[in-house]
């Protein structure tokens, strides 16, 4: 028979591990039962959501997933039916395909941040790349974005303006005869068009194209080991970034408490930090 003092140990030692059972069965309680906020945005935005969805999580009791892709691919799952709490989009066209479908919750979107494009190479430039004009030489190897999705579309824009300011002969900005025909000179140098912005930056990364054009953000970030040409304000594109709240959004508190963060303190040094352009800062 147990003595008094073995009882109350015995006791306590129970009433710890039953506690202890408490506590634990509570996390996984908490743990399992934290909502899902579904984000869909554009792949370039991949290194400054990532940053978002880990800061958000730490602050909510919320289970973010990202969905990164096009912004084109993302609108036609958003019209297919797929589970959307918000929208960040590369492209102001696809946002606004969007809110006249009467998808987007009070019909806003909101601009948070800009971009501008660049001409990516590998750490080595096995090219010996320099100049936008060294895009034309015969066997430079050029990925770009197809033109369907918002990145091949600013390419095309881009491409488009360097041959009609620097090889047209009436241009005050003509440079020389090597410039002229310039956009159909780099089109006849692309081994590859991909799905998306993020998966140009993968292929040059790799190898396996001497070129591509990305955007600003992707080259900007200190770090990053791509070498790249800078193309002069004159010629390139302003991208603009808009993000929304879903009209049938399945979590639309939180799905608006999101948007909200985006357009925080916190997130103006975030998204400069990760080489975009605030809206404040434009």
């Given amino acids: 028979m147990l003595s008094k003092p073995r009882k109350i140990l015995l006791a306590t030692v129970m009433v710890v591990v039953v506690a202890a059972s408490l506590i634990a069965g509570y996390h996984y309680y908490i743990q399992t039962t934290r909502v899902q906020l579904r984000i869909f ?3 370039s935005l991949t290194n400054l959501f990532r940053e978002y969805k880990s800061r958000f999580e730490s602050q909510h009791n919320v289970e973010i997933i990202l969905n990164l892709a096009s912004s084109n691919a993302l609108r036609e799952q958003i019209i297919s039916g797929s589970p959307c709490d918000v929208f960040a989009s590369a492209s102001i066209a696809e946002m606004d ?4 479908d009467g998808l987007i919750f009070h019909n806003r979107s909101r ?11 590998p750490p080595d430039n096995p090219a ?3 100049s936008l004009e060294d895009l034309t030489k015969k066997g430079v190897r050029i990925v770009l974005a ?22 047209d002969r009436n241009s005050k900005y003509y440079q020389k005869t090597e410039i ?9 140098n692309v081994v590859a068009y991909e ?13 396996l194209a001497d070129a591509g054009f990305v ?17 002069p304000p004159e010629l390139n594109v302003k991208t603009s970034y808009q993000i929304a709240v879903l009209t049938n959004a399945p979590q639309l508190r939180l799905a608006i408490m999101f948007v909200d963060y985006v357009f925080s303190e916190e997130s103006l040094e975030i998204i400069q930090k990760w080489g975009f352009t605030s809206v404040e800062a434009s």
Avoid: C
């Fill in 195 to 207: 799905a998306n912005a993020q998966q140009v930056v993968t292929s040059v990364m790799n190898g």
């Fill in 111 to 121: 601009t948070f941040a800009h971009n501008y494009l660049a001409v990516a190479m």
């Fill in 97 to 100: 395909m969007l809110r006249n």
């Fill in 215 to 231: 955007y600003l953000s992707d080259v900007a970030v200190k770090g990053v080991k791509l070498q790249a040409i800078s193309i």
């Fill in 180 to 188: 002229e025909k310039y956009k159909s000179k780099v089109l006849a």
């Fill in 146 to 167: 197809d033109f369907k999705t918002p990145m091949g579309n600013y390419t095309s824009q881009v491409l488009s303006n360097i041959e009609s300011s620097w090889g």
């Fill in 41 to 43: 945005a554009a792949s």
């Fill in 128 to 130: 010996k790349l320099n």
